[in-house]
C-alpha cells in the first residue's frame, strides 16, 4: 500500500454526514418551530373562542362601558370571570372584553385589579387596536394576532367574538393576551431540541473522523516500520543462509561443525519466513496484496516443487511426502504465482512441521464440476477440536501445537486462507487430534472466480 495515499485519503465522507446533519438540525428545527407557533396560535383561538362562547349578550346588555358600569352586578360578574379565567390560564397576562362604540374600540372590563397600573376601566378607549382586532365586529371571526405592541408590552394575543342572542351581530371582543417573550422562549426551546440533537451528532461523527484519522495515521506507522524492519532484515538472512550453505559444501568440515553451521542455516531460514509472514500479513491488513497478478501457471508442477523444496528438510525426521497416484502431472490455471507458491509452500510445510516422525504426508488432487481440490494429508499430532474453530485468525497457535514445535507465528493460516479467498477459493479441514489432518484448498473453474 502506498502510505503516501493513506496520508491524503480524505474523509469526504464525513463532510457530508456534517453537512447533512446540520441540513437535518434546520430543517427539523423549522419544522417544530412551525408546529410549536401554529400550535401556540390554535391553542389561543380555542381558549379565546369557549370564554366568548360562555358569555351571553344578556349578561353584556346591562352594561354601558362607562365608568358607570363600576359596581353594577353585571361588571363585577364580569370582572370575576376574566379573573378566574386568568388564574385557569397560567400563560395569560390579561383577559379583556372590548365593544364596539362609533368608532372606538373600548373597554368593557378587564382582569385587572382596580389598583393596578395596567388595569382599565370601562369606557377607556383602546387606542392601539388593529385593524385585525376591528374587522371582529364585522367577519365575526375568531383571531390570533401578534406579536403586537401596546402601551402595557408586546403580546400574542387570541381574539374572539361574543354574538348577539341570534348570532347576527358581534356584541363584544373577549381577548387574551400572552407575553411574547414567553411565546418566543418556549418557540425556541423547543425548536432547540433538534439542532440541539444535530449538534451531538455531528460532535460524535466529527469524533469517530478524529479517531479512525489517528487509526490510520498509527496503521501507516505500522505499515511503514514492518515494511522497512522487514525489508531490512531479509538481506542479511539471506545472506547467512546462503553463507552457511556454502560453508556446508566444504567436505573437510568436522561433523559437530557441520551440525552447527546447518543449525544458523535452519535458523537463518525460519527467520527469513517469519519476516516474510510478517510482512505478508501487514500487507493483506492493509489491503495492499489483494491484486492478483494473474498469469497462467502449472500449479500441479509449482506443487511439486514447493513439495521438493519442503521435503529436504523433513527428511531428517523420516517424514515422506508422497503424491497420489492421480496427482496430474500439468495443470494449467490462471492465478497469481507467488501467492500461490506462498498457499502450496505453507499448507505443505504446516503438514511437515506438525506430523509425527517416520510418519507419510500425501499430497492428492480431486476435480468436481466447479473447480479444483488440492488435498494434503498428514499423520500427526492434529487440531483439538475446541480449538479448530480458531485456526485460521491471525496469531493463534493449538495448544498441541505450541507443545510439538516451538517455533510458529499462526499467522500462516489466517494469510494463507486470504490468499485462496482472494483466487475466488476457498478453505477447510478436517482434524482430530492426535490422528492428524487433512486440509483442503479449493479453486474455482476460471469462468466463475
Ligand atoms: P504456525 O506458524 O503456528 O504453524 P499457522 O498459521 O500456519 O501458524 O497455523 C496456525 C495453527 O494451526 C498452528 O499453530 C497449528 O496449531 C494449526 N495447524 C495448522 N496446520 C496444521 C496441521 N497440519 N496439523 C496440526 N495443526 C495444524
Redesign the pocket.
Known amino acids: 500500500m502506498d502510505v503516501t495515499e493513506l496520508k491524503k485519503s480524505p474523509y469526504d465522507r464525513y463532510r457530508y454526514i456534517v453537512l447533512a446533519l446540520i441540513l437535518f438540525g434546520i430543517m427539523f428545527a423549522w419544522l417544530v418551530a412551525t408546529l410549536v407557533v401554529r400550535n401556540q396560535r390554535e391553542s389561543l383561538a380555542e381558549r379565546a373562542g369557549t370564554i366568548a362562547a360562555t358569555i351571553n349578550e344578556s349578561e353584556i346588555q346591562p352594561l354601558t362601558a362607562s365608568e358607570a358600569d363600576i359596581g353594577t352586578p353585571a361588571y363585577e360578574d364580569l370582572k370575576q370571570s376574566m379573573q378566574r379565567i386568568k388564574v385557569a390560564n397560567q400563560d395569560v397576562r390579561f383577559v379583556y372584553a372590548f365593544v364596539l362604540q362609533g368608532n372606538d374600540i373600548v373597554f368593557l372590563g378587564d382582569s385587572e385589579d382596580p389598583d393596578s397600573e395596567d388595569y382599565s376601566a370601562p369606557g377607556d378607549v383602546y387606542y392601539e387596536a388593529t385593524p385585525a382586532l376591528r374587522s371582529i365586529f364585522r367577519t365575526k371571526q375568531t383571531v390570533v394576532e401578534g406579536p403586537e405592541t401596546d402601551r402595557w408590552g408586546t403580546w400574542v394575543s387570541g381574539l374572539a367574538p361574543v354574538l348577539s342572542a341570534d348570532g347576527e351581530d358581534v356584541v363584544a371582543v373577549v381577548g387574551l393576551d400572552v407575553d411574547a417573550d414567553d411565546y418566543f422562549i418556549a418557540l425556541v426551546s423547543y425548536a432547540s431540541i433538534p439542532v440541539l440533537l444535530a449538534l451531538i451528532m455531528i460532535v460524535l461523527a466529527l469524533g469517530g473522523q478524529r479517531l479512525r484519522k489517528k487509526d490510520e495515521e498509527l496503521f501507516a506507522t505500522k505499515f511503514r516500520f514492518l515494511s522497512i524492519a522487514s525489508h531490512e532484515l531479509r538481506s542479511p538472512l539471506a545472506g547467512i543462509a546462503w553463507g552457511a550453505e556454502s560453508v556446508l559444501e566444504n567436505k573437510s568440515l568436522h561433523e559437530k561443525e557441520r551440525t552447527m553451521i546447518a543449525l544458523i542455516r535452519d535458523a537463518a531460514r525460519y527467520m527469513s519466513e517469519t519476516v516474510a509472514d510478517i510482512l505478508t500479513t501487514s500487507r493483506m491488513e492493509g489491503g495492499a496484496s489483494k491484486k492478483l497478478l494473474r498469469e497462467v501457471v502449472d500449479v500441479a508442477q509449482l506443487v511439486r516443487d514447493a513439495a521438493t523444496t519442503l521435503s529436504l528438510n523433513a527428511a531428517k525426521d523420516d517424514i515422506t511426502l508422497r503424491f497420489d497416484r492421480d496427482f496430474p502431472q500439468h495443470l494449467p490455471y490462471p492465478c497469481d504465482k507467488d501467492k500461490m507458491r506462498r498457499i502450496f509452500s505453507?499448507v505443505i510445510s504446516?503438514?511437515l512441521?506438525?506430523s509425527n516422525p517416520k510418519s507419510e504426508v500425501l499430497i492428492s488432487y480431486g476435480r468436481d464440476k466447479d473447480g479444483y481440490v488440492f488435498l494434503v494429508t498428514?499423520h500427526?499430532?492434529?487440531?483439538p477440536e475446541a480449538?479448530q474453530k480458531k485456526?485460521f485468525s491471525t496469531y493463534?497457535?493449538?495448544t498441541?501445537?505450541?507443545r510439538h514445535v516451538a517455533q510458529?507465528?499462526?499467522?500462516?493460516?489466517?494469510f494463507?486462507k486470504q490468499l485462496v479467498e482472494l483466487h475466488g477459493g476457498r478453505m477447510w479441514f478436517e482434524?482430530k487430534e492426535n490422528e492428524?489432518?487433512t486440509?483442503h484448498v479449493f479453486f474455482p473453474d476460471m469462468k466463475q472466480a
Open positions: 505453507n504446516n503438514a512441521k506438525y498428514d500427526g499430532i492434529g487440531i480449538e485456526i493463534y497457535r493449538a498441541n501445537a505450541e510458529g507465528t499462526g499467522m500462516g493460516l489466517y494463507t482434524s492428524g489432518t486440509m
